[in-house]
């Protein structure tokens, strides 16, 4: 029988651990090592046992969550996943989590709806087990299964591929876990004049925006957090607003995005598979796609729905992925063209789009 994933659940609510320890018990491949009340108390845990995964709140009392995240990263490297309520002030917080080393930021399940808790439970119980198979870093002071839904209950699969002839390229990006440096990665290595792009990199809501405003003062593109709407144009990134899907759409020859809502799609909203399928239909053989580090299969299955439709795709190399997950599945489908470690993925798209 295979080794369960231990965790120790960090958070002054005791409501708070309790909800967590019931999602986290419920999965037969995670067991609740123990919980604390503070980092103190959490200390004194890890002392006796050190755990496979931390869960940890940001505002708790004595020390808060950032500065024991980075207490741990910096001398003993435990993966970590950030438990926040996400409020607009607390996003600034969570990007700074994710420099000190968190592998996951997760949305902290909501009381009273059944709907919600169980989607909540999902995606926890997902961030545990991707955190147990990250490779964490030593950084420095800078730095009960739901069904698993496919891309059909957003969007058919392409029929066709016949389309009005441009020449305009777009690429597609999609990433989960360890996404966020890597994507941070990528688009600081593009030209100001690089071709449209659209992100979908798994994150949950009240985050993608502060993500996105802190990508956009790095990069020499812009980097915008989609609207519903928006045009897909040379020098700027669009990235998927968290908890809601992303579909490129094209009229004419211009290519634009559909925010939409509806259910879990690989476990996920945004779905990576839910952009690649548009992207195949939309853009076919003038859509360049690039899957990143990341847990599960999710664009797996559109990764190569796109290269029947004759688009171009590059997968993120083992050896520089958090988790070779996606990429992994991505290639074991076939629908992956070129395998590039993470720093050549830049030069690689620059190069396929001319």
Same mark, same amino acid.
């Given at each position: ?112 709806? !059944?709907?919600?808790?169980?989607? /909540? &439970?999902? =995606?926890?119980?997902?961030? *545990?087990?991707?955190? $147990?198979? +990250? @490779? ?123 925010? !939409?809502?509806?259910?879990?799609? /690989? &476990?996920? =909203?945004?779905?990576?598979? *839910?952009?690649?399928? $548009?992207? +195949? @239909? ?73």
């Amino acid at each position: 029988m295979a080794k369960k994933i231990r965790v120790l659940i960090v958070d002054d609510s005791a409501v708070v651990r309790q909800t967590m320890s019931d999602i986290l018990s419920s999965d037969p491949q995670i067991e609740v090592m123990s919980t604390a009340g503070d980092p103190f108390i959490a200390a004194e845990r890890i002392r006796e046992e050190i755990p496979d995964v931390i869960t940890l709140d940001v505002e708790m009392p004595r020390m808060d969550g950032i500065t024991f995240l980075h207490k741990i990263m910096s001398q003993h490297p435990i993966p970590v996943v950030m438990c926040s309520s996400l409020t607009e002030k607390g996003s600034e917080t969570a990007l700074k989590a994710l420099e000190y080393g968190a592998v996951e930021i997760i949305q902290k399940p909501r009381m009273g709806t !059944k709907g919600f808790l169980e989607e /909540s &439970r999902v =995606r926890i119980c997902d961030a *545990v087990k991707a955190a $147990s198979q +990250a @490779r964490v870093r030593r950084v420095t002071a800078n730095r009960a299964v739901a069904p698993k839904l496919t891309a059909d209950v957003i969007m058919d699969k392409p029929r066709s591929h016949a389309m009005m002839q441009t020449t305009e390229k777009v690429v597609v990006v999609g990433a989960s876990t360890g996404g966020t440096e890597a994507l941070r990665i990528f688009l600081e290595s593009l030209p100001a004049d690089s071709p449209g792009i659209v992100i979908v990199q798994h994150m949950p809501e009240g985050f993608t925006r502060a993500f996105s405003q802190r990508l956009d003062g790095l990069c020499r593109i812009s980097v915008k957090e989609a609207a519903d709407n928006d045009t897909v144009v040379r020098g700027r990134a669009l990235i998927a607003p968290g908890n809601h899907h992303l579909l490129l759409k094209r009229s004419g020859a211009r290519y634009y995005v559909e925010v !939409k809502d509806g259910p879990l799609v /690989s &476990r996920h =909203r945004p779905s990576v598979d *839910v952009l690649f399928r $548009s992207a +195949a @239909r939309y853009a076919g053989k003038n859509a360049v796609g690039v899957i990143m580090t990341g847990m599960g299969d999710d664009g797996a299955h559109g990764m190569l729905e796109m290269k029947e439709a004759g688009a171009i795709n590059i997968a993120q190399d083992e050896a520089s992925c958090i988790v070779f997950g996606m990429p992994n599945e991505a290639i074991k489908l076939g629908g992956v063209d070129h395998i590039r470690p993470l720093e050549a993925i830049s030069r690689e798209v620059i190069r396929l789009c001319g």
